[in-house]
């Protein structure tokens, strides 16, 4: 019975509070609900500048855009001339991470679902290569794209894919754990059979949470917007129209039949 918890943006329509004036558009964690309250605590909103795309806001630095910063640059630590292997290169934050990578001076690899997928990848993102994880011998394209090795995995999906890029790790790869969508079907979780081999390439995998580096969310965004502005980094929303479609965009999610951010606009 409760309020099925996401990202929103919206205009104050009326306001008991200095912090959030009549009129200025804010975003938070507003809920699944056209009408959300705010206030100081747990339900607090972020005031946005004046002029900002509201797609920019849940896109670029929403979370998903500020969970690639923080994952990639915090966890995964990429350097100048390393191979970054990126699943789900095609989502919102995939997208995001690689270009970033890019940005760092990396050679970035990314996995899809589907040859347009892959070609957006290539194509719009400016990734180097990108992969069909749908086809056959997984791991054998990813040995191929990536000969001397993964230096950082960023992985978005989990499962073989995941499989795949430990087969394929370079001494000292960092693995940043930010998703698993391949897990979240409803289906017993089944974990990489070969983890052994952080072992034996005495890799580091680690996952994170990006609503930890809150303090930091005007850092990331300053960045990602120098960035855009350069034309380093582009992002797409997919927008579907009408609060009653909220369910069916949200299934979306795991149908894999968009590309970047997945918004509702109400």
């Given at each position: 019975g409760g309020v099925v918890r996401g990202l929103g943006v919206g205009t104050v329509v009326a306001s008991r509070s200095e912090r959030y004036p009549e009129g200025a558009m804010v975003t938070g964690m507003t809920g699944w609900q056209e009408l959300a309250i705010?206030?100081?605590?747990?339900?607090?909103?972020?005031?946005?500048?004046?002029?900002?795309?509201?797609?920019?806001?849940?896109?670029?630095?929403g979370p998903t855009g500020l969970a690639a910063y923080f994952g990639l640059l915090d966890v995964g630590r990429p350097q100048p001339g390393d191979?970054?292997?990126v699943s789900g290169a095609a989502g919102a934050t995939g997208s995001v991470a690689g270009q970033i990578a890019k940005v760092h001076g990396c050679r970035v690899v990314g996995t899809a679902g589907g040859p347009d997928k892959c070609r957006t990848v290539v194509d719009d993102y400016g990734f180097d290569a990108c992969i069909d994880y749908r086809g056959d011998s997984l791991g054998d394209r990813v040995?191929?794209?990536?000969?001397?090795?993964?230096?950082?995995f960023f992985d978005?999906?989990?499962g073989d894919v995941l499989e795949a890029a430990l087969r394929n790790l370079a001494i000292g790869a960092r693995i940043v754990v930010c998703g698993a969508i391949s897990q979240y079907d409803g289906a017993p979780p089944r974990g990489p059979r070969n983890y052994t081999q952080l072992i034996m390439r005495r890799a580091r995998m680690e996952g994170f949470l990006v609503f930890d580096h809150a303090e930091r969310y005007p850092e990331a965004m300053a960045?990602?917007?120098r960035w855009a502005g350069e034309g380093a980094i582009t992002h797409h929303v997919d927008v579907v129209d009408g609060f009653?479609?909220?369910?069916?965009?949200?299934?979306?999610?795991?149908?894999?039949?968009?590309i970047g951010k997945n918004a509702v606009h109400l």
């Open positions: 705010a206030d100081g605590g747990r339900r607090s909103m972020q005031v946005l500048p004046d002029g900002t795309d509201p797609l920019d806001a849940v896109g670029l630095f191979t970054v292997l040995a191929e794209e990536c000969p001397d090795g993964i230096d950082v978005n999906v989990g960045d990602l917007g009653e479609n909220v369910p069916t965009a949200f299934a979306r999610l795991f149908t894999g039949d968009k």
